[in-house]
Nanobody, 122 residues
Framework: QVHLVESGGGLVQPGGSLRLSCVAS????????MGWYRQAPGKQRELVAS???????FYDDAVQDRFTIFTGETIVTVYLQMMSLKPEDTAVYYC????????????????WGEGTPVTVSS
């Protein structure tokens, strides 16, 4: 089992930036992909961005060119750099992982973090 812990959420003004972090522990050798989902109030959880152990990345159209997903030295630590934030980016952001053998870019989520809230408001 993989355990995920997120950090870095908070309140930011429109146009501002935030960086989210996620650290994995446990069965880390099983991780093929890490990604960030978000869930806004009253909406379904949606995939924002993901990255594989090979460095392949995926972005939802809504965040393309504004968000960047990258890892530390290994995929154990994953970051989401968010720029030019908009009020519609307000949501709880969840780190997720998928194991080897899953599909990509839409992958079977093996583990979820508890989420970190991001609020974009003036």
């Amino acid at each position: 089992q993989v355990h995920l812990v997120e950090s870095g959420g908070g309140l930011v003004q429109p146009g501002g930036s935030l960086r989210l972090s996620c650290v994995a522990s446990g069965s880390i050798d099983s991780i093929f992909v890490m990604g960030w989902y978000r869930q806004a109030p009253g909406k379904q959880r949606e995939l924002v961005a993901s990255i594989t152990v090979d460095g392949d990345t995926f972005y939802d159209d809504a965040v393309q060119d504004r968000f960047t997903i990258f890892t530390g030295e290994t995929i154990v630590t994953v970051y989401l750099q968010m720029m030019s934030l908009k009020p519609e980016d307000t949501a709880v952001y969840y780190c997720s992982s998928g194991r080897f053998g899953t599909t990509w870019p839409v992958y079977g989520v093996d583990s979820w973090g508890e989420g970190t809230p991001v609020t974009v408001s003036s």
